[in-house]
C-alpha cells in the first residue's frame, strides 16, 4: 500500500539530554529540539497486520494538521519546528475517517463495514494518569502518526478502543464523500471542544468569546461557541482567506491584528471597546504565537475571565501575575481529545447539524500527491486541506 513517510536525522541540539524514556523507547518528548531534516515520502509499504483488540481501518479522508506542517517545516538550523512527542521515520496523518475492512479476534462491538473515526492519543488505560480520568497525559501516551504509523495512507491499524462509529453523519451528509469528510474533521473539533468545555470548564450563554487564530482549530472553537450560545465571538486572524470563513461560520467580528496596529490599535483595546470594557469571559489561543498573543490577552479578560490554551510552540511569553490576580483570571493548558465523552458529544453535535466543519474544508489532494499537499498547506492561506486515499 503507499504511504506518506517522514524520516528525519535524530540529532540532539547541545545541551540536551535523553531520559530513561526516551533512551528505552525511541521516543523523543520534545521534538523541535532533536529531529533535524525532516523529509517526506509518498512511498509503498507493507499492509499492517492488525492484533486481537485493532481494527484495520481504509482510509477515506485525512485533514491535515498544523504538527503535520511544523514536522515538515524548519528553523534556521534545520531543526523541525513541532516541539512535541515524536517518533521518526512515521507514516504521518491523525485526522481521519474511514471504512472497517479487518476485525481482530477480541474486538466486540464494531464490525466490518462499519464507518469510523478515531482518536490520535493513544492511551494505555493503565497509568495513573489514565487511572484518575486524565488519558490525555498518559505516562505510556503513543501518538497516531507521530509515534505509530497514522492515517496518510490507504490503510491504518488503529486499537478499537480508540475508535467511534460515525453513522449518524450518513444521515445527515447527502453522500458517503461528504459524510467521511464529515468523520475526518471530528478529531480537530474535539481539540477545541476538550480546551474550551472541558479544560476550561466552558461559559455560560451569553459570554463573550475571543478567539486567537482562525485556522482548523480556531474555526473549530467558532462553531462549537456559537452553537453554545456565545452573544459576541470576536477573532483575530491576518490571512484575508482565513477572515472570510470565520465570518461565514458565525463570527460577529474578524479583525486583523496587522491592520489594528497600523491604525494605532491593539487587539485588547478593540476587545474592550466591542465588549463596552467588560472584557472577554474566555479566550481561546489557536493561533501557537505566545509572545504576541498573551500579553494582549490579559489585558481583555473580564473579572473571572479564562484563557483556553491550544496553540502549540516551545517559547517562553510574558506574563503579569498582577492581572490574574486582580482580574480572578486563569489559563487552561489544553493537550489532545480523549475522554470526558469529547468524541460522542462532537459526534452529536456534527450528526444534528448543530456544527457543519465540512464548511471549512478548502482543498482535497489524492494521497500521491501528500507532499504538495502539505506544501500547499504550509502557506497558511488554505483552513482544512484533506488527503483522499482513493483519489
Not at 517526506?40 to 486481537?52: C, F, R, S, T, Y
Not at 489514565?130 to 488519558?135: A, D, Q
Not at 475508535?163 to 475526518?184: H, N, Q, R
Not at 475571543?210 to 453554545?228: D, R, T
Request: glycine share 10%; aromatic share 8%; hydrophobic share 40%.
Amino acid at each position: 500500500m503507499k504511504a506518506l513517510r517522514l524520516y528525519a536525522s535524530k540529532e540532539p541540539r547541545p545541551g540536551y539530554k535523553f531520559t530513561e524514556m526516551e533512551l528505552k523507547t525511541g521516543k523523543v518528548i520534545e521534538g523541535s529540539k532533536v529531529w533535524r531534516y525532516p523529509k517526506l515520502k509518498v512511498e509503498d509499504v507493507e499492509k499492517p497486520k492488525i492484533g486481537p483488540k485493532d481494527l484495520l481501518i481504509r482510509v477515506k479522508a485525512c485533514g491535515i494538521c498544523g504538527s503535520d506542517i511544523h514536522f515538515y517545516e524548519t528553523d534556521e538550523d534545520g531543526y523541525m519546528l513541532y516541539p512535541g512527542l515524536t517518533k521518526f521515520p512515521c507514516t504521518i496523518g491523525h485526522e481521519f475517517s474511514g471504512v472497517v475492512e479487518e476485525v481482530g479476534s477480541e474486538v466486540k462491538g464494531f464490525k466490518v463495514g462499519d464507518s469510523v473515526t478515531s482518536e490520535e492519543m493513544l492511551w494505555c488505560g493503565e497509568c495513573i494518569p489514565c487511572r484518575n480520568g486524565l488519558p490525555n497525559h498518559c505516562v505510556n501516551l503513543e501518538e497516531l502518526g507521530f509515534t505509530v504509523d497514522g492515517a496518510m495512507a490507504e490503510y491504518v491499524k488503529v486499537g478499537a478502543k480508540y475508535c467511534w462509529k460515525i453513522d449518524s453523519l450518513f444521515d445527515v451528509y447527502k453522500s458517503e464523500e461528504e459524510a467521511y469528510e464529515a468523520g475526518a474533521l471530528v478529531e480537530p473539533t474535539s481539540v477545541a471542544y476538550n480546551a474550551i468545555f472541558i479544560r476550561a470548564g466552558g461559559f455560560k450563554p451569553g459570554a463573550y468569546v475571543v478567539v486567537y487564530g482562525a485556522g482548523p482549530i480556531g474555526l473549530a472553537a467558532i462553531q462549537l461557541v456559537k452553537a453554545a450560545g456565545a452573544s459576541k465571538i470576536i477573532v483575530f486572524e491576518v490571512m484575508p482567506e482565513r477572515i472570510a470563513l470565520a465570518k461565514k461560520i458565525g463570527a460577529d467580528y474578524v479583525l486583523n491584528p496587522l491592520e489594528l496596529e497600523k491604525s494605532g490599535t491593539s487587539p485588547s483595546e478593540k476587545v474592550m471597546e466591542l465588549t463596552d470594557n467588560m472584557g472577554a469571559d474566555i479566550q481561546v489561543e489557536a493561533a501557537g504565537a505566545p509572545t504576541k498573543t498573551l500579553p494582549e490577552m490579559e489585558k481583555s479578560m473580564a473579572v473571572n475571565g479564562k484563557i483556553a490554551w491550544i496553540g502549540r510552540a516551545a517559547k517562553a511569553a510574558p506574563i503579569t501575575m498582577e492581572r490574574f490576580q486582580t482580574r480572578r483570571g486563569q489559563i487552561f493548558g489544553s493537550q489532545g481529545h480523549s475522554g470526558h465523552g469529547v468524541f460522542q458529544n462532537v459526534i452529536r453535535l456534527m450528526a444534528s447539524q448543530r456544527i457543519d466543519m465540512t464548511k471549512i474544508i478548502t482543498k482535497r489532494f489524492p494521497l500521491e500527491e501528500g507532499v504538495e499537499a502539505i506544501k500547499e498547506a504550509s502557506k497558511r492561506i488554505d483552513a482544512k486541506i484533506l488527503i483522499k486515499p482513493g483519489g
